[in-house]
C-alpha cells in the first residue's frame, strides 16, 4: 500500500517522503472527523491501515490544530 497523495500538504517540500495520513472518521452519532497520523507515527500505524476499510478506534488522543 502507498501512503502517496496528490495533495501537497501531505508531503515534503524537500523530498517526496509523506509528511502525514490524513483520514476522515465518523463518531457514533455520525459526525464527520478529519484525522492526521503525523510522520512521525507514520512508521507504527500505516500496516495496520488499508484504504477502504472500517475500523474501530479506542484509547487515542486528540490535540487542537
Given at each position: 500500500?502507498?501512503?502517496?497523495n496528490?495533495?501537497d500538504?501531505s508531503?515534503?517540500?524537500?523530498?517526496?517522503?509523506?509528511?502525514?495520513?490524513?483520514l476522515?472518521?465518523?463518531?457514533?452519532?455520525?459526525?464527520?472527523i478529519?484525522?492526521?497520523v503525523?510522520k512521525d507515527?507514520?512508521?507504527?500505524?500505516?500496516?495496520?491501515?488499508?484504504?477502504g476499510?472500517?475500523?474501530s478506534?479506542?484509547r487515542?488522543?486528540?490535540?487542537?490544530?
Amino acid at each position: 500500500m502507498s501512503w502517496e497523495n496528490e495533495d501537497d500538504s501531505s508531503t515534503d517540500s524537500d523530498d517526496d517522503e509523506v509528511a502525514n495520513i490524513c483520514l476522515m472518521a465518523n463518531d457514533e452519532k455520525g459526525c464527520k472527523i478529519h484525522c492526521v497520523v503525523r510522520k512521525d507515527f507514520i512508521p507504527h500505524y500505516e500496516h495496520l491501515l488499508k484504504e477502504g476499510q472500517i475500523y474501530s478506534l479506542r484509547r487515542f488522543t486528540a490535540v487542537p490544530n
